[in-house]
Nanobody, 125 residues
Framework: QAQMAASGGGLVPAGDSLTISCKSP???????MAWFRQAPGAEREFVAY????????IYSDSVKGRFTISRDNGKSTLYLQMDNLKPEDTAVYFC???????????????????WGQGTQVTVST
């Protein structure tokens, strides 16, 4: 593929689980990776962060305890496991990568130079 692309989104009822993934066509093992999301009518929001060797992982308060970020460097793939989904989780989810000059634990969109094609997650009531 020519760019990163998220996949695995869909329509699920509240309380269900869903796992989405993001495949990178570039060397992956030394990237800092993150998930962001954007709900209809809202600004893009930070979701989760993971450093290159999984030594630091952080989550937004809204998803902490429900979502789990992970990565497989051998497959150049990022994952987000989402449990106990709520209607307010409805959004387009994007993966993002920082490949150099990365600030520790950054939640800023401007620090991520590469963005993937998003995947839609819709949680019904």
């Amino acid at each position: 593929q020519a760019q990163m692309a998220a996949s695995g989104g869909g329509l699920v009822p509240a309380g269900d689980s869903l796992t989405i993934s993001c495949k990178s066509p570039r060397p992956f093992h030394n990237y800092v990776m993150a998930w962001f999301r954007q709900a209809p009518g809202a600004e893009r929001e930070f979701v989760a962060y993971i450093d290159a060797l999984e030594r630091a992982i952080i989550y937004s308060d809204s998803v902490k305890g429900r979502f789990t970020i992970s990565r497989d460097n051998g497959k150049s793939t990022l994952y987000l496991q989402m449990d106990n989904l709520k209607p307010e989780d409805t959004a387009v989810y994007f993966c993002a990568a920082c490949i150099s000059n990365c600030m520790a634990f950054t939640k800023a969109e401007s620090d991520y130079g590469y963005w993937g094609q998003g995947t839609q997650v819709t949680v019904s009531t």
